[in-house]
């Protein structure tokens, strides 16, 4: 029952980002030809936001370092994620087999 | 959730830090203690920071045709209690602010205060409540991750509202303006992060079970069920 449980939500998960794939249409490019950009980061979009409520407003702060490229930035967050990722799928391993050798030793002491 | 590097006016830049400062203190001084009493507890608390750099590594697309990315700083929370999430929280933003220009240093105290104060704080208030009220353990994981990690967004959005506050409307309008952009695209996401959160503890719950009832995470009965 847990097993089926968990791969329900597993499901659930890509259904809850693949429908907005599919759910939301590009609109046509504006009237000076521009293409609108849609999936832009909330980040960005926050920006515009404080661009109309305080035109004047200047950051007063430049980051120290901006990856050189998308690809570079995608690269730190793929890594990111890789080893985040790979410490868990690590323990889970070392927790299994932990698991699945106590009750083989029990099976064996009960004998 | 992610202040950009800069937007924060120098006063609420400050005023955040001087907030966030006392809760990553304290924090890093309960996970030493707990460190030092439970060493066995240290691959756990790995485990809570990993999911935190998965997670918040994540970008989604939502239903409002724009991206966001989840926190997964209620994982963490239930197992450690929410002090112990805000210098987890701290570094990964600190090195998604330094390496990716996502945040900022000037913005690192407000953010720490969403998404490592706030949204911990909430998740494990609400997994309190929903033990107390007898709700099962996969709900209130569920719950608590989803709202903790809403609520991240919703103090985002309050935090740039205070700093701008619409010309004509105050705080309030600003408030809807940067929770539209924010809180609303977060919805299908916090509900990704509640279901993740409750499969990785279920694994936890399943193949650890004496680390969580030693954590009072999981009674004995819960693990049997």
Known sequence: ?111 | MHIMEGFLPVKHAIGWSIASAPFVVFGLHSINKRIKEKPEQRMLLGVAAAFTFVLSALKMPSVTGSCSHPTGTGLGAVLFGPAAMAPIGAVVLLFQAILLAHGGITTLGANIFSMAVVGPFAAAAIYRTAKTARLPFGLSIFLAASLGDLLTYVTTSAQLALAFPDPAGGFTASFVKFATVFALTQIPLAISEGFLTVIVLNALARFNPQELQEMNVVTAREVQG
């Open chain 1, 1 to 111: 029952m847990k097993r089926h449980q968990n791969l329900l939500m597993m499901l659930a998960v890509i259904v809850l980002v693949a429908v907005p794939l599919w759910m939301v249409k590009k609109p046509a490019p504006g009237p000076d030809g521009t293409e609108v950009e849609i999936f832009r980061g909330a980040d960005d979009q926050a920006k515009d936001v404080i661009a109309t409520l305080a035109p004047g407003y200047r950051p007063w702060f430049k980051p120290l370092m901006e990856p050189p490229s998308g690809e570079i930035g995608s690269l730190l967050f793929a890594l990111q994620a890789a080893l985040g990722a790979g410490f868990i799928g690590y323990y889970l391993g070392v927790s299994v087999t932990r698991s699945r050798l106590r009750r083989e030793h029990n099976k064996e002491a009960q004998c």
